[in-house]
């Protein structure tokens, strides 16, 4: 079993950076696939991106790439995601889950067994 803490969000102008933190707790981190979800107000989790256990594997989600990086640190026990050019379409409750299967880059929730409790990120524009 594994639990998931997130950190870093906050009130950002368009335009600037964020850098989310996801600590886990337990010694196998490193046998996860990990994730970051969004939930805006009214609509539904979306995928944003995911890293495989060893970081061989890293995808994201069309409105994101090129503006975010997803990163991981098993020596920390930690995922990162890091946010550029924010903009304020951003702007949702941010999730990491955990996906038992290491190889995995699914986009689906149900995928992924374990979840933060959630940091929000607002941006203002």
């Known amino acids: 079993q594994i639990q998931l803490s997130e950190s870093g969000g906050g009130l950002e102008q368009a335009g600037g950076s964020l850098r989310l933190s996801c600590a886990a707790s337990?010694?196998?981190?490193?046998?996860?696939?990990m994730a970051w979800f969004r939930q805006a107000p009214g609509k539904e989790r979306e995928f944003v991106a995911v890293i495989t256990s060893m970081s061989t594997r890293i995808e994201y989600s069309e409105p994101v790439k090129g503006r975010f990086t997803i990163s991981r640190d098993n020596a920390k026990n930690t995922v990162y995601l890091q946010m550029n050019s924010l903009k304020p379409e951003d702007t949702a409750v941010y999730y990491c889950a955990a996906n038992r299967d290491r190889y995995s880059t699914s986009t689906y929730p149900f995928s992924y067994s374990y979840w933060g409790q959630g940091t929000q990120v607002t941006v203002s524009s």
């Open positions: 337990g010694r196998t981190f490193r046998e996860y696939a």
